[in-house]
């Protein structure tokens, strides 16, 4: 999975994508690895309509996000201003970090330093 949880991702297809000029920005809520799912906040909203009951005596209706597929989601660079397609590497002191594959910028840390990744520095 190229995205996790809070992570902000442009949206590139599906019925909330809008057009090349402006697609739509938003932040992972849910990552689902074994559908191959991400639950992105505002994205694939469906709404319940609910029958009055006691607890909700007016009844009404309940919004909710649906998961989209993984594959319908780019994570968004701050430097390209857009979803990019990302890499995976080590960082000089070991981490391993996504990678902006468009203009080269991290795009974070994944894991603790590890020496044995780590760039000699000779
Ligand atoms: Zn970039």
Redesign the pocket.
């Known amino acids: 999975m190229h995205v996790k949880r809070d992570d902000m991702v442009e949206v590139i297809s599906g019925d909330d994508a809008g057009d090349a000029n402006s697609r739509k920005i938003a932040r992972v809520l849910r990552v689902l690895p074994d559908e191959r799912k991400v639950v992105v906040e505002g994205v694939n909203r469906v709404y319940k309509h609910l029958k009055p009951s006691r607890q909700n005596p007016q009844g009404g209706r309940l919004s909710k996000e649906m998961p989209i597929s993984v594959s319908n989601v780019l994570l968004y660079?701050s430097?390209?201003r857009r979803g990019?397609r990302i890499g995976r590497r080590y960082d000089d002191e070991g981490r391993k970090e996504r990678y902006?594959k468009?203009?080269g910028?991290s795009l974070g840390a994944l894991s603790k330093a590890r020496k044995p990744y780590a760039r000699k520095s000779s």
Do not use: A, G, M
Request: glycine share 0%; hydrophobic share 10%; with cysteine.
């Open positions: 660079c430097t390209c990019v902006c468009k203009c910028n």
